[in-house]
């Protein structure tokens, strides 16, 4: 149930969770932010016949929405595993059911790193992949497991990385090296290798520095299989971030090692999708995978924010009632892209380009353009990077194409 | 209490909210976002001495920190009132039980004036004071007000702004045209006058900017008083951010009206403050008034993230486990300020430009710098624009110098 702790939701829809209310007509508190169910549902669809033609699994990254009922979604879409990017996160899940959890990034932390492994001696059902980059990181973690009693491995995924870049292992001997020292620990279990590509997403020569990443992958996995230093029953190969998942899917499929090998993917932005930063990047997936331009219209935005106009205090110069609080902005600004004026217009006119956004402030955004707009008309804003869009939010309501509320979903953050 | 929805919250501490943890040495999940206690109480003791001494009022700008525990403490330190962003704020507040609020901001749509209504209808002691910028503004709050049949008047403030600001009327002309309205719309009451300066914070020529707005304001608010247009007992003018709230506490202070003047300032970032923008700021508001210098140190930075160094790949690359998810960058990175290698230093070691972030992701931050660190080591960051560093984290925990925890606070974002 969702209560005063809920930006848009006023008291009298409390009871009934808003299901029916207008977002255009006010019914709602704005700022309001809203999930397109039509989009949503293309956007798992296209998700499912991607899995299926390139035959790789998903672990979802959790941290673009933390919504428990989209975790649902992706679940009930048949994602393999989730993906967590904090030991809290990791505890999250848990609590929350998920069973398969890769932890993409590294447990250094006494607590964290106590909290995983309490979770795993608690749960022996639940299985958690974390990832490592050096020897330091793997004496910490052995030392740790030693301490701890634990009658299970902590399984590791070695991190494969590329100078300039993030984290990760710069070479295959430093990699190498790293494997070994895994696969000798008592207490860790190497089960395969991670590597995220997405760090050079932007850059000219990206796309060759992700190809050069996947062949480090592919040369590390094959050489530890080599040497015998994996454990359990599958080798799993991750990596793909939002922005190269295809190409994680395509290359990371190796039918030649010694055990099964697990290809899986990670991205978490396609399930809301977005209307600049993502749009651009699903554009140059289509580019190099033409084929998979096969399945509908592709990937839709469906986050929005609508917000009225508070005031039009010189020509041209429009005032809304968002800001920083309500959408992100790392990766571009929010994107003017509806407009509707109450009583006058029957549906949301597009708008592209006539309203752009100038300035933005905590709680009001700057607006300048030729769009005549008056006090009381409502804007809907399409925004870039989605995760630092959700995380503003404790609720966001799912609507229809009229942006009549049929639901709602919860965020954790 | 806190749950599993606290980020840094590991399992064994709910039960004592985590009393006495060592953020330093890992005793928390990482990151952890904390308050230094003797830096929030001596920002709460400056900020009551320049009350003292200007004679003004505060209603400190809550969307800052949105936390009740910081109301808290800001009401019992005298504070006339709080400053909200939206309605939704409004709701939260009332329901926080505070009972005199400036919503910093325009009601436009439509649940949004029926929730202010529906609160004054409710509780007769509540008093709201809401802003309005223009003649359609002032017809749809007075038709609203006709249709609730509420028996006691939205009280409004006028807002003035500035060509090329923000919200506000453009010149004194159009002010008391708008003035005049409220004043004669039944169910309407002109309660005061209304300023953000903080609009032209950063430009070259904003403190000339801000002196003519507060001009405009001081012309209005005569006029506006010579033509009877008030209600209430009191005159409010009200401006303030945390960048110019010393001219609005020098400026706005009027004795030669018909009725008192009462002068609120609104600064919300005083509590926390900063170590990057709001630092500056007061280095800019401390030459303008050499006099507040003397109440001990001035404003504090309390707001801190710390987060292990996860992976140093490469000489002078260090890899931390903090990024966009955990701390504010729409004003500034955040500053590497403190290192600590558990086992080794006694105390938290200053550091000033050794390490500088080069690249903050959504759950990693990249550093470079000449810094010897190891894998392990934990850095103390300061941050720039406390309200969105704040909004990432639904608990920050108060700490003793030695980042031991004393407490914590929630926020209500």
Known sequence: MLD??????????????????????????????????????????????????TGVSIAPHGKTSMSPELFAMQ??????GMTAATAHHVRLYHHLGIRRVIHANQLVGAADIRLALDLLAGDPGFELYSLVDSLAGVERLAAAHRQSGLGRPLCLLLEMGA?????GV???????AVARAVAAAPGLALSGVEVFEGVFQGQPDGPAKVEAMLDD???LATTADAEGLYAGE??????????????????????????????VI??????????????????????REPSCAAWGDGLQAALEVWAPVQSVPEPGRIIAALGKRD??????????RFHYRPGVHAAPVPIEGELVITGLYDQHAVLEGTLAVEVGDVLGFGISHPCTTFDRWRALFLVDEARQVTGHVTTLF
Do not use: Q
């Open 217 to 219: 992958v592919l040369a």
């Open 327 to 336: 959408a992100g902005y790392d990766a571009g600004l929010p994107l003017a």
């Open 234 to 263: 599958e080798i799993i190969l991750t990596g793909g971030g939002s922005a190269f998942f295809d190409r994680c899917a395509r290359r990371l499929v190796v039918p030649t090692l010694s055990r099964p090998v697990r290809t």
């Open 170 to 176: 710069r070479s295959r001997e430093e990699g190498i």
């Open 75 to 80: 679940i009930a879409d048949g994602a393999w």
């Open 266 to 287: 990670r991205s978490g932005c396609y399930i809301s999708h977005d209307d600049n930063l993502y749009r651009r990047l699903f554009a140059e997936l289509l580019e």
């Open 4 to 53: 005063h702790l809920h930006k848009s939701l006023p008291p009298w829809h409390e009871a009934d969770d808003a299901i029916g209310a207008r977002v255009l007509e006010g019914d709602l508190l704005f700022p309001v932010a809203v999930l397109r169910e039509d989009a949503i549902a293309a956007n798992r669809a296209w998700m499912r016949s991607f899995l299926e033609a």
């Open 163 to 167: 100078p300039g870049g993030r984290t």
